[in-house]
């Protein structure tokens, strides 16, 4: 089939269907539109200062994400892991030294991290 009945073909299809043209217009622009939580870096650390010796792993680089963004993620995470944590000013904290493991579950989710 050659470029022009392909491209009249095409025409009268979209003519022919009205809807699916508005429906392709919102896919694209929910494609497009990408979510600015997943441009940045997140930052993961282990530390283990003014905890009584005990280890915890920080999430960090949330400051664009709302506060019950910050929770979901936390508890899903959490979850996930098996473990404890908390949540606290655009920062998730996990018990112990998870950073592998919270590394690759939020490569799983498609964050960048660093």
Request: a positive charge; aromatic letters at 6%.
């Amino acid at each position: 089939m050659k470029t022009n009945d392909l491209q009249a073909g095409l025409k009268v299809f979209l003519e022919n269907n009205p809807g699916l043209v508005n429906d392709l217009d919102k896919i694209v622009e929910e494609k497009t539109s990408v979510d600015t939580r997943f441009k940045t870096a997140l930052h993961v650390s282990v530390e283990k200062k003014g905890r009584s010796g005990k280890i915890a792993t920080f999430i960090d680089g949330l400051e664009e994400w709302t506060p019950q963004q910050v929770e979901e993620l936390a508890a899903e995470m959490k979850k996930k892991l098996g473990t404890g944590g908390s949540c606290r000013e655009n920062e998730i904290l996990i018990q112990g030294n998870r950073r592998d493991d919270v590394v690759s579950f939020l490569k799983s989710k498609g964050f960048k991290t660093r």
